[in-house]
């Protein structure tokens, strides 16, 4: 499955981005998808999952209660709200897939998107 993600920019602290990735290539509604990013100088790290169906969603501890996972089978794509920004959220975002896994550790994820770049300015 291919994946391009898309959204990002620079946005001020408490500010709102959504983030979009959208799928091609195989059949979207049989992989979990995640999102994780990357800041610079640092690992790639868990943000949120969800799974095929949509029934399963978490998060990372960081993000709960101000990002949102969802996801549009029909669409082929799946999003991420985010909500109240903080400088410390700018990073590359990546979307990820995979069929049988959707869980915090990236590299299970078969597929990955390009990232999006994500700047919260204070």
């Known amino acids: 499955v291919q994946l391009q993600a898309s959204g990002g920019g620079l946005v001020q602290a408490g500010g709102s981005l959504r983030l979009s990735c959208g799928a091609s290539?195989?059949?979207?509604?049989?992989?979990?998808l995640g999102w994780f990013r990357q800041a610079p100088g640092k690992e790639r790290e868990f943000v949120a999952a969800?799974?095929?169906?949509?029934?399963?969603?978490f998060y990372a501890d960081s993000v709960k209660g101000r990002f949102i996972i969802s996801r549009d089978n029909a669409k082929n794509t799946v999003y991420l709200q985010m909500n109240s920004l903080k400088p410390e959220d700018t990073a590359v975002y990546y979307c990820?897939?995979?069929?049988?896994?959707?869980?915090?550790?990236?590299?299970?994820?078969?597929?990955w998107g390009q990232g999006t770049l994500v700047t919260v300015s204070s």
């Open positions: 969800v799974s095929w169906s949509g029934g399963i969603r």
């Open positions: 290539g195989r059949t979207f509604s049989d992989y979990n």
């Open positions: 990820a897939a995979d069929k049988s896994y959707y869980g915090m550790a990236p590299k299970p994820y078969d597929y």
